[in-house]
């Protein structure tokens, strides 16, 4: 098991280095010289000639790469262009939003799709399947920025119960912050809930069908039993690997929900790095999101080994 | 001597009769049909022009001569979402296409042999994997252009690792069983077994996977002309115009409701299909029928 582990860990590791590579030369391979593309055109000789040096483009690529790389570790991210601060201080301020953001909503998705996929296995075909997976398919169909364009029409225009945008800041205390944090989370969640709860039930159908749970039904053992012992278990695997996928979904889906609400996150500074060709933002915020995408992957496989004792020693 | 079980392979006229009797595939195939011809049909006529501007009928809202209202420069709703449909179907239908044809190969492969072709292809699969998809698709069609044959690249590179993974994932969980020891004791090569055992026993969970990204391949292509990164106007989008509406949503909230309704209509009926098929298809459901 120790090595399994190991071995686990020093994939992602492995992954993290060639992930942080593949940046680095995707930037470099970039048309043009970094610093002229995000000075823009109408930029002089002197201020590009500023810029380079100031991004160290005069030295070595492999030197750079390291030299990038060991600040990346060292938290050291180099200074925004557009916005003149430090990056690491903008990733702190900017993932206090969607930090939350996200894990409210993976936490909500979750929370309803896992008891709505067992109900409708339990009942398969019957009202209650029938209401919830068409529910279900209603919520898979949802583009999650137009359900937030809807909760806002309805809770923010209509009904004046939230913001319709923006973010107060945690220093406005816990409340009004989470308040604004609701819609977005709401709508974030819902359609990721959808698929969650379908790829659940579809599993769970095809664990029911195996001839153990027959066997563990004729030795006499309960039906509820039954399913969360031995079906749900088993039925892990597939709904890991759909939670492992959401997680990168969900990170990418703040973009788009963040700027439909105007919150201060993560995803919002991205996306407007990469419009302005703040180049030093992009790479940072890039490596960051893939780090904890490729965490978030570590955690799924070694999950994987304790749903599943057979993949343990297949290693 | 082999042992050899014959299962007879249902008929075509026996699947189609099953397929009438399947509510989810029959209400699926006419919603998607009814928006494949609304496409098609955008392409010799449209109740008004979409490109023509008229200033004097902006923002109204239903009426006879426009069902759906109009925009914020006079356009017929209803016509921007039947011209809309031609590029949210093509961007999705190819990219799916994409990560299926490269990501179930990959991934089967590296099922069946395991050890170190497995390490090496899982590996590659981790590291485009390791990358929000819609993140990278923004930056993508950000870096080389906006448009829709960028959005089909974007999306459609970061299909294959979805497929990889879950085919792989699912020929995992059939390559301990019993049927493929027998197989292997018959001295079918892996090959064999692949095409012949794993692959149409991990053949549904494909196909739900299938539906997921056609859903998904539209709604990101949605999400990236709502962000002004896919198709580029005066082209109308489905995303695009749920952009335009953000910002008018008191004094015209049609302008967002109809183009959602119709993202939601195309990936609803799109999912029915898939379903549907499944559930014809499925050799396990035929069993117990």
Same mark, same amino acid.
């Given at each position: 098991?120790?090595?399994?582990?190991?071995? +686990?860990?020093?994939? @992602?590791? @492995?992954?993290?280095v060639?992930?942080?590579?593949?940046?680095?030369?995707?930037?470099?391979?970039?048309?043009?010289?970094p610093?002229?593309?995000?000075?823009?055109?109408?930029?002089?000789a002197?201020?590009?000639?500023?810029?380079?040096?100031?991004m160290?483009?005069?030295?070595?690529l492999?030197?750079?790469?390291?030299?990038w790389?060991?600040?990346?570790?060292?938290?050291?991210?180099?200074?925004?262009?557009?916005?003149?601060?430090?990056?690491?201080?903008?990733?702190?301020?900017?993932?206090?939003?969607?930090?939350?953001l996200?894990?409210? #909503?993976?936490?909500?998705?979750?929370?309803i799709a896992?008891?709505?996929?067992l109900?409708? @296995?339990?009942?398969?075909?019957?009202?209650?399947?029938?209401?919830?997976?068409?529910?279900?398919?209603?919520?898979?169909?949802?583009?999650?920025?137009?359900?937030?364009?809807?909760?806002?029409?309805?809770?923010?225009?209509?009904?004046?119960?939230v913001?319709?945008?923006?973010?107060?800041?945690?220093?406005?205390?816990?409340?009004?912050?989470?308040?604004?944090?609701?819609?977005?989370?709401?709508?974030?969640?819902?359609?990721?809930?959808?698929?969650?709860?379908?790829?659940?039930?579809?599993?769970?159908?095809?664990?029911?069908?195996?001839?153990y749970? +027959?066997?563990? +039904?004729?030795?006499?053992?309960?039906?509820? #039993?039954?399913?969360?012992?031995?079906?749900?278990?088993?039925?892990?695997?597939?709904?890991?690997?759909?939670?492992?996928?959401?997680?990168?979904?969900?990170?990418?889906?703040?973009?788009?929900?963040?700027n439909?609400f105007?919150?201060?996150?993560?995803?919002?500074?991205?996306?407007?790095?990469?419009?302005?060709?703040?180049?030093?933002?992009?790479?940072?915020?890039?490596?960051?999101?893939?780090?904890?995408?490729?965490?978030?992957?570590?955690v799924?496989?070694?999950?994987? @080994?304790?749903?599943?004792?057979?993949?343990?020693?297949?290693? | 001597?082999?042992?050899?079980?014959?299962?007879?392979?249902?008929?075509?006229?026996?699947?189609?009769?099953?397929?009438?009797?399947?509510?989810?595939?029959?209400?699926?195939?006419?919603?998607? *049909?009814?928006?494949?011809?609304?496409?098609?049909?955008?392409?010799?006529?449209?109740?008004?022009?979409?490109?023509?501007?008229?200033?004097a009928?902006?923002?109204?809202?239903?009426?006879?001569a426009?069902?759906?209202?109009?925009?914020?420069?006079?356009?017929d709703?209803?016509?921007?979402?039947?011209?809309?449909?031609?590029?949210?179907?093509?961007v999705?239908?190819?990219?799916?296409?994409?990560?299926?044809?490269?990501?179930?190969?990959?991934?089967?492969?590296?099922?069946?042999?395991?050890?170190?072709?497995?390490?090496?292809l899982?590996?590659?699969?981790?590291?485009?994997?390791?990358?929000?998809?819609?993140?990278s *698709?923004?930056?993508?069609?950000?870096?080389?252009?906006?448009?829709?044959i960028? $959005?089909?690249?974007?999306?459609?590179?970061?299909?294959?690792?979805?497929?990889?993974?879950?085919?792989?994932?699912?020929?995992?969980?059939?390559?301990?069983?019993?049927?493929?020891?027998?197989?292997?004791?018959?001295?079918?090569?892996?090959?064999?077994?692949?095409?012949?055992?794993?692959?149409?026993?991990?053949?549904?969970?494909l196909?739900?996977?299938?539906?997921?990204?056609?859903?998904?391949g539209?709604? $990101?292509?949605?999400?990236?002309?709502y962000?002004g990164l896919?198709?580029?106007?005066?082209?109308?989008s489905?995303?695009?115009?749920?952009?335009?509406?953000?910002?008018?949503?008191?004094?015209?909230p049609?302008?967002?409701i109809?183009?959602?309704?119709?993202?939601?209509?195309?990936?609803?009926?799109?999912?029915?299909?898939?379903?549907?098929?499944?559930?014809?298809?499925?050799?396990?459901?035929?069993?117990?029928?």
């Amino acid at each position: 098991m120790t090595a399994y582990l190991l071995k +686990r860990l020093a994939i @992602a590791i @492995a992954t993290l280095v060639l992930a942080s590579i593949v940046v680095f030369a995707v930037l470099e391979v970039l048309p043009g010289d970094p610093a002229r593309l995000m000075l823009g055109m109408n930029a002089s000789a002197d201020q590009v000639e500023l810029l380079r040096n100031q991004m160290g483009l005069d030295a070595p690529l492999a030197w750079r790469y390291l030299h990038w790389a060991s600040g990346l570790l060292s938290l050291d991210f180099g200074r925004s262009y557009t916005y003149s601060v430090p990056v690491i201080d903008l990733v702190r301020e900017r993932l206090a939003v969607s930090l939350p953001l996200a894990l409210i #909503a993976l936490a909500l998705s979750t929370i309803i799709a896992i008891p709505i996929g067992l109900f409708s @296995a339990s009942r398969r075909g019957r009202v209650g399947d029938m209401v919830a997976m068409g529910a279900a398919q209603l919520g898979v169909a949802v583009p999650n920025f137009w359900f937030a364009l809807m909760l806002i029409y309805v809770f923010a225009v209509w009904l004046h119960l939230v913001p319709a945008g923006g973010f107060p800041g945690w220093a406005a205390g816990a409340w009004p912050a989470l308040k604004s944090l609701l819609l977005p989370a709401v709508a974030l969640a819902l359609p990721q809930a959808a698929i969650l709860a379908r790829v659940t039930r579809s599993a769970l159908i095809e664990v029911l069908n195996e001839d153990y749970i +027959r066997t563990a +039904r004729a030795k006499g053992l309960p039906y509820r #039993a039954v399913l969360w012992r031995h079906a749900l278990r088993n039925a892990m695997i597939p709904v890991l690997t759909i939670l492992g996928l959401q997680f990168a979904f969900l990170l990418a889906g703040t973009i788009i929900i963040e700027n439909v609400f105007y919150l201060p996150g993560l995803g919002r500074l991205v996306f407007q790095a990469i419009t302005q060709r703040d180049l030093i933002v992009v790479e940072s915020v890039v490596m960051l999101l893939v780090a904890a995408v490729i965490a978030v992957n570590l955690v799924v496989d070694l999950s994987y @080994a304790v749903v599943d004792p057979r993949l343990r020693t297949r290693q | 001597m082999t042992l050899h079980i014959e299962i007879p392979e249902d008929t075509f006229s026996g699947i189609l009769a099953k397929a009438f009797r399947n509510t989810a595939f029959i209400t699926g195939f006419i919603i998607t *049909a009814l928006i494949l011809a609304m496409a098609i049909v955008s392409y010799v006529w449209t109740p008004y022009d979409v490109t023509k501007l008229v200033i004097a009928d902006k923002t109204q809202g239903s009426s006879l001569a426009h069902w759906f209202g109009t925009d914020h420069f006079g356009r017929d709703i209803l016509s921007m979402i039947m011209v809309g449909a031609r590029n949210s179907i093509a961007v999705a239908l190819v990219a799916v296409g994409i990560g299926m044809g490269v990501g179930v190969p990959l991934g089967a492969f590296a099922a069946a042999r395991g050890g170190l072709v497995d390490e090496a292809l899982m590996r590659v699969n981790d590291l485009v994997f390791a990358f929000p998809a819609l993140l990278s *698709a923004i930056m993508i069609t950000a870096t080389f252009g906006p448009g829709a044959i960028n $959005a089909i690249i974007a999306i459609g590179i970061f299909n294959i690792p979805v497929f990889a993974r879950v085919a792989r994932a699912g020929a995992l969980a059939i390559w301990p069983r019993e049927f493929i020891l027998a197989a292997r004791a018959a001295g079918k090569s892996s090959t064999q077994i692949t095409v012949e055992h794993v692959l149409p026993n991990i053949a549904t969970l494909l196909l739900v996977q299938g539906t997921i990204q056609f859903a998904l391949g539209i709604l $990101a292509e949605a999400g990236l002309s709502y962000l002004g990164l896919g198709a580029q106007p005066p082209m109308p989008s489905w995303g695009r115009m749920l952009f335009d509406a953000q910002t008018r949503m008191v004094v015209a909230p049609w302008m967002a409701i109809f183009p959602g309704m119709a993202i939601v209509i195309t990936v609803l009926g799109l999912n029915l299909l898939g379903d549907g098929i499944a559930d014809i298809l499925d050799p396990k459901s035929r069993r117990q029928r």
